[in-house]
């Protein structure tokens, strides 16, 4: 056994490396133990969303969009482009890079932070031993006074859809593809299916997104939901919900798909299928039945408000505790049990969690939507503002969505911002400082925006929850 640390991260990904870099920052002698092998047969740091998820799907998504914008929009502005050619595999290769770049940089940031790496699959022992099996099978055992569990989640596999070489694949499989299906299959219409779906639609592919629920984007509040869903079918995206999967079957000349929807038992084929139906928590075998981790009904490892474990000294982050599976709030509970450990007394509060789906047009939230509110008894007043009057929107060809604010009845305080449209990511980082900081709308009414600015439709739209806003047409406050 190794000498002593005083804390091991079992992850390297989002929620594992930052845990591991701020611990370090704090005096600790840590180790973090990543598994990760790349597309060039290379041990990587960055988990799931630096190698697989968030980044390259965002590189593919820039580059789907700047093909979109040439062959759809530059002749409003007066540009003619002749003879355009997609060359994929440079867009793979372009995506790949980036990745290396990033995942290349976190083992330069363990380097200078003194961070040990111990490379191979981590599993928790008894009295906060972790065992390493490393990529050549050796194993070896480490002793730590604390141990953080991140190891993320994994794509749910459907019994009737299982993964079948690059034909029927999750996530992972749609961002190296470098042919352009001609027909292409999603099931589920959640944050991966649309924006793997937007990606291969622009580069020329028929998209057929299959969704079981009878809602579209039931999470995100119901005005938002409808203002992407009518952009999203502009653009050619056939979205059909109330559409639930029976079977898939391999076939010569493409992939049947059958399903059931309102009208009855009905099947399709396509060249390629995306099974996008949500992940899990990747939490198999990640520790020993004598070490007595609890793991809840869904298979997440059981953490209070302050991500401990039932076991004193284990801590668990990101994708494996309750909550969304997303990259920042993993970060932010990692930077947060670091800070425990150092005697300080962070708080994370899950509500302003931010939410981003990076279509065109982008999709972000925080807070409650209206339909929460209204479950829950809360007076409300509401305010929206459209893209579509938006001086500097419009100068982007981008004038299509709005921005939602709701603010409570009776003190004010903004309780959630809804937003569909240009640099929705961005922008909803405004309304996170805001409710942070626990901002009413007239705060933010009485703030100067830049002009002419996509920032001014938040304020345009703060305005309107007083029935004020100065460009566009005031409807009663809803009460």
């Known amino acids: ?59 593919l998504l820039e580059s789907s969009e700047r093909v979109e914008e040439i062959q759809h929009h530059n002749a409003d502005h007066g540009i003619s482009v002749e003879g355009i ?16 770049k990033l995942t290349g940089g ?30 050549d099978g050796a194993v070896t055992t480490h002793a730590a006074e604390n141990v953080i569990i991140a190891t993320g989640s994994v794509p749910i596999e459907l019994p009737i859809a299982k993964w079948l070489d690059d034909r029927i694949v999750h ?34 592919a028929e998209v057929i997104v299959l969704e079981a629920m009878d809602d579209f984007l039931g999470a995100a509040d119901a005005d938002v939901s409808k203002s992407s869903k009518m952009q999203f079918k502009k653009q050619g995206l056939d979205i059909r919900l109330s559409t639930k999967v029976s079977a898939v079957e391999a076939l010569d000349e493409g992939i049947k798909v059958s399903y059931t929807d309102k009208k009855g038992e009905d099947s399709l084929v396509v060249d390629r299928l995306i099974v996008a139906v949500g992940r899990k928590p990747n939490t198999n075998d990640i520790a020993d039945s004598a070490a007595g981790l609890q793991l809840d009904e869904r298979g997440r490892v059981a953490v209070d408000d302050h991500c401990a474990t039932n076991l004193p000294g284990v801590y668990a982050i990101g994708d494996c505790v309750r909550g ?19 005697g300080q007394k962070p708080h994370m509060d899950h509500n302003m969690i931010p939410w981003v789906i990076y279509t065109d047009p982008e999709i972000a939230w925080v807070g409650q939507t209206e ?75 009485r703030m100067c925006f830049a002009h002419p600015s996509l920032s001014e439709s938040m304020h345009e739209a703060i305005l309107s929850v007083d029935g004020r806003a100065l460009h566009g047409v005031n409807r009663k406050p809803k009460k």
């Open 171 to 204: 996530s992972t499989g749609a961002l190296n593809w470098e042919t352009v299906p001609d027909r292409l299959g999603v099931i589920g219409a959640g944050v991966i299916g649309l924006e793997m779906g937007s990606v291969w639609r622009r580069l020329g």
């Open 106 to 135: 976190i083992a330069q940031l363990f380097q200078a932070n003194g961070i040990e790496w111990l490379q191979g699959r981590g599993k928790l022992l008894a009295d906060k031993v972790v065992q390493v099996t490393g990529h």
């Open 85 to 100: 050619k997609v060359d994929v595999p440079q867009m793979i290769a372009r995506k790949d890079a980036i990745v290396s």
């Open 1 to 59: 056994m190794s000498d002593k640390y005083d804390v091991i991260v079992i992850g390297g990904g989002p929620g594992g490396y930052v845990a591991a870099i701020r611990c370090a920052q704090l005096g600790m002698k840590v180790a973090c133990v990543e598994e990760w092998i790349n597309k060039q047969d290379k041990p990587a740091l960055g988990g799931t969303c630096l190698n697989v998820g968030c980044i390259p799907s965002k590189a």
């Open 371 to 445: 339909a929460e509110l209204k479950a829950a008894g809360v007076a409300y007043r509401s305010g929206s503002f459209s893209f579509a009057v938006n001086g500097r929107a419009m100068a982007m060809d981008k004038a299509a969505g709005l921005v939602k604010v709701l603010a409570d009845a009776s003190t004010d305080r903004i309780l959630g911002v809804h937003i569909v449209g240009p640099m929705a990511s961005e922008l909803v980082g405004q309304a996170v400082i805001a409710m942070e900081c626990e901002a009413s709308s007239e705060d933010l009414a």
């Open 324 to 342: 969304p599976m997303l990259a920042h709030k993993s970060s932010e509970e990692g930077v947060m049990v670091a800070e425990q450990l150092a």
